[in-house]
């Protein structure tokens, strides 16, 4: 029977502290549908604030505070938005612009670092006046931590360029930030400076930060109470969120600071598995919390025989594709389980890479 459990599946597998506990339990509460939800109200303004805005909303989720900025920007259908082919919008959110939005996707590729290439960016804008035979570009967007490509930061300077290039040609810029407070960490830049260029921002509460729920998306108020609404027609209002506003109120004081520690460790474990036959890891590709581990070619090993041996050790891994495993560091994993992680790792290796016996 497995006694210990290192669950580095996502960050967002956290456990609400006591801390959080306690203020969901004596959140002060009111309708928030109806505007008066006061816990609501002060995160809104706190996270506001940290990003220079003017407005911010709670929402349910990243995938709906993305999708919500996207309607928001792109408000006539078979708009435009420009976006990286490897980006979450892209890839994990059931093509809800186009589904629900009515907006149209056209990629650019993601270098592996994941910025999109400039001149690419700028030769993919079509005309927002439109035109009669393809759709108007209202929007471009970011991706900052790139998840995957494996938590990497985009900087100022770059996000800076993106957002010359949209106003020049009379766009909008928004930032999908669900692991924005890493960047802002790994960077050493304020989380202002990193989105000053967007006109709207989505940042997650419950990856890094450790909150148990919900996201919020920040811009001027003009597009927060357009966002507003299209929040209560996706379903997105909610009651008493102060409950879930309180937990992340918490989560912005005690859990943003260890933001850095989680990256401590995500390049500690990273440094430990590269030492190992059989898998190879870019070390230097370790900017935040996040580590993508793939098998060398040649050895026995495969992610999914892998991911399971491990798990009967309590080691709990997602696979990313047959020949790839992603690890996530959060402020609930120890130093004591990267090291138990090693350990597990490198006799899973050096049992599974043994000779069969006929």
């Known amino acids: 029977m497995v006694m210990r459990s290192v669950d580095l599946r996502s960050d967002t597998v956290t456990r609400p502290t006591d801390a959080m506990r306690e203020a969901m339990c004596n959140a002060e509460v ?12 002060r995160l809104e303004e ?8 003017e407005a911010a909303l709670f929402v349910p989720s990243g995938t709906m505070g993305n999708l919500i900025s996207v309607m928001v920007h792109c408000d006539v259908r078979g708009s435009e938005v420009i976006l990286g082919d ?13 589904t629900i939005g009515g907006v149209h996707p056209k990629t650019v590729k993601n270098e592996e670092d994941g910025t999109m290439d400039l001149e690419a960016i700028e030769a993919a804008i079509r005309d927002p006046k439109g035109s009669t035979f393809y759709p108007s570009t209202r929007l471009i967007c ?19 360029k993106v957002g010359e290039i949209a106003k020049r040609h009379g766009v909008k810029l928004h930032i999908d930030g669900a692991r924005l407070f890493n960047a802002s960490i790994a960077l050493g830049v304020p989380v202002h400076k990193l989105v000053k260029a967007a006109d709207s921002v989505q940042v997650c509460l419950s990856k890094g930060l450790g909150a148990p729920v919900g996201s919020v998306i920040v811009g001027s108020q003009s597009f927060i109470e357009k966002a507003k609404t299209v929040r209560k027609t996706l379903g997105g209002g909610m009651r ?28 500690l474990l990273a440094e430990g598995l590269n030492q190992m036959k059989g898998i190879r890891v870019n070390v230097a590709a370790v900017e935040t919390n996040m580590i993508f581990m793939d098998m060398e070619d040649g050895s026995r090993l495969t992610a999914e025989k892998l991911r399971k041996n491990l798990e009967e050790n ?15 560091i959060h402020h609930q994993i120890t130093t004591s389980d990267v090291h138990y992680t090693l350990s597990c790792f490198q006799q899973a290796i050096v049992t599974m890479q043994e000779p069969s016996r006929t």
């Open 30 to 41: 009111d309708d928030d549908v109806l505007g008066y939800d006061p816990t609501a109200r």
């Open 46 to 53: 706190e996270m506001a604030k940290m990003m220079g805005k």
């Open 86 to 98: 490897n980006c979450h919008i892209h890839v994990y959110e059931n093509g809800g612009i186009s």
């Open 142 to 160: 970011l991706e900052n931590t790139h998840a995957n490509s494996g938590g990497r930061c985009l900087s100022v300077e770059y996000t800076e």
């Open 240 to 267: 008493q969120i102060g409950v879930l506003c309180a937990a992340a109120l918490v989560a912005l004081q005690e859990n943003l600071p260890k933001l850095q520690h989680d990256h401590k460790k995500a390049k």
């Open 314 to 328: 309590g080691i709990l891994l997602i696979r990313g594709n047959s020949s790839r495993i992603r690890i996530v």
